[in-house]
């Protein structure tokens, strides 16, 4: 299928008093239409910083953002504006992401005119199909409501209605449940799950939680970001199972299990350091090296990795693993 959207080598940079700051450093990934994109990683590894770059919100330091095969940033006028029509983004928290000064209905009228040319009934009619569609009923009465006097989760269905007044061919959601009741985020996962399907939207979710990324990606692809780099990129059920580079490993054996049995059996990974390192002082080669319970001296501390294919169709950034064609799960004896 054809790439929609892409990064390709994308960094971006940051100058402070302290000194430079690599946010991103060197991301590459493309998705066709329909696709589901997880990017998982810990507070700082850079996932949003990711995420609004693919959105157009912020600007690469080097790399390039490409959609429908033409440079985005070299582009202008009608081209420009379709991207920002095509490429929305909902943000993680509905209490600040909502005009608190206008309704729902101006809220949804306000894209709809501009670039739908929907007024009157029409935009009335428009509205109300589009709260429906996201669970919110019944819309007449939501229409004349202000975002205070909404649920969380009914804000957050809002702006999910908002992003696709305007048909939009990608979404990014950045940690847009983390911030909801747990009783209604499964809902409002599956609404973007549905929504994809669907519209055939290309959708990326942001998260720090695995467990919510393996739910929303089945069937999709997870990449995992550690201080600025994509470590490993693969299909969901296969980096659940069976991840290949040692972070991901230890990110999924600390998801917590609801059955006690199970708790109790569970093979852990224990890291050389449980300390995450400043990203004003980022280590040699492999960032994740001075944590790394397959760190090699002399390979690991001196050489970045490049992301490197394994045999199942995933890319993972490990010598070791890629050079044993062995994903980290079967060398550190986690299965």
């Known amino acids: 299928m054809a790439t929609l959207i892409e990064l390709d ?26 696709d589901a994109l997880c990017i998982v990683g810990e507070s700082g590894c850079g ?12 600007r ?18 009608d081209d420009l504006a379709r991207f920002r029509r095509a490429v929305q983004i909902v943000h993680q928290d509905p209490y600040a992401s909502l005009n608190p000064s206008r309704t729902i209905a101006q809220t949804l009228a306000a894209p709809l005119g501009k670039h739908k040319k929907l007024h009157g009934r029409g935009a009335r009619a428009a509205m109300i199909a589009l709260l429906e569609r996201v669970g919110l009923t019944p819309a007449e009465d939501l229409l004349v409501k202000y975002p205070h006097q909404l649920s969380g989760g009914q804000r957050q269905r809002v702006s999910i209605a908002r992003a696709l007044t305007v048909d939009p061919r990608v979404i990014v959601a950045d940690e847009a449940v983390s911030m909801v009741d747990v ?27 695995l467990a919510v990324a393996r739910y929303f990606a089945r069937g999709g692809r997870i990449a995992v970001m550690y201080l600025g ?17 040692p972070y991901a490993v230890a990110l999924i054996a600390a998801i917590p299990e609801a ?72 060398l550190l004896g986690v299965r």
Not at 60 to 77: M, Q
Not at 291 to 316: H, I, K, N, W
């Open 9 to 34: 080598g994308v960094s971006r940079r940051y100058a402070t008093p302290g000194g430079t700051i690599t946010a991103v450093d060197d991301v590459s990934l493309a998705l066709a239409a329909g």
């Open 47 to 58: 996932k949003t910083t990711t995420g609004r770059m693919l959105a157009g919100l912020l």
């Open 60 to 77: 690469p330091t080097s790399g390039r953002l490409f959609f429908e095969g033409r440079d985005v940033w070299r582009t202008k006028g």
């Open 183 to 209: 009783s209604i985020r499964i809902s409002l996962l599956d609404l973007l799950h549905s929504l994809s399907r669907e519209f055939h939207v290309a959708t990326v979710l942001i998260t720090h939680d």
């Open 229 to 245: 780099r994509v470590v490993e990129l693969a299909e969901t059920e296969s980096l659940v199972a069976d991840p290949a580079h």
């Open 259 to 330: 059955d006690p049995t199970i708790t109790r059996t569970k093979e852990h990974v224990t890291l050389r350091s449980a300390e995450v390192p400043s990203l004003l002082a980022l280590p040699s080669g492999c960032t994740f090296h001075p944590r790394c319970p397959l760190s090699e001296a002399g390979l690991c501390d001196v050489v970045v990795p490049a992301l490197e294919d394994l045999p199942g169709g995933r890319s993972v950034a490990c010598h070791v693993a890629v050079r044993e064609r062995r994903p980290a799960a079967e």
